[in-house]
Nanobody
Framework: QMQLVESGGGLVQAGGSLRLSCAAS????????MNWFRQAPGKERDFVAA????????YYADSVKGRFTISRDNTENTVYLQMNSLKPEDTAVYYC?????????????WGQGTQVTVSS
């Protein structure tokens, strides 16, 4: 079982930045593609960003392109989400997930989430 623990959430003003981290333990981290999702109150969980096993490929939801950057450090078993130019509509609980097959619809492990609140 892979354990995923998110951190770095908090309260920030619109236009500000936050950097989320997701630390993994258990199975070999570099064998998994990693993703970030988010869920706003009363809404479904939405995809935000993904990164391939080695970090050479990434893709993003249109709503965050140009503002968010996903990265990973396989020596630290950690995936990051740098969030810039934050908007109130970015307010959500942010989750990381791990998957064996990059860009598939199957996600093997999930973290517990970290709250991000953007004030206007």
């Amino acid at each position: 079982q892979m354990q995923l623990v998110e951190s770095g959430g908090g309260l920030v003003q619109a236009g500000g930045s936050l950097r989320l981290s997701c630390a993994a333990s258990g199975p070999t981290f570099s064998n998994y593609a990693m993703n970030w999702f988010r869920q706003a109150p009363g809404k479904e969980r939405d995809f935000v960003a993904a990164i391939s096993w080695g970090g050479g490929s990434t893709y993003y939801a249109d709503s965050v392109k140009g503002r968010f950057t996903i990265s990973r450090d396989n020596t630290e078993n950690t995936v990051y989400l740098q969030m810039n130019s934050l908007k109130p509509e970015d307010t959500a609980v942010y989750y990381c997930s791990a998957q064996r097959i990059y860009r598939s619809k199957n996600y093997d492990y999930w973290g517990q989430g970290t709250q991000v609140t953007v004030s206007s």
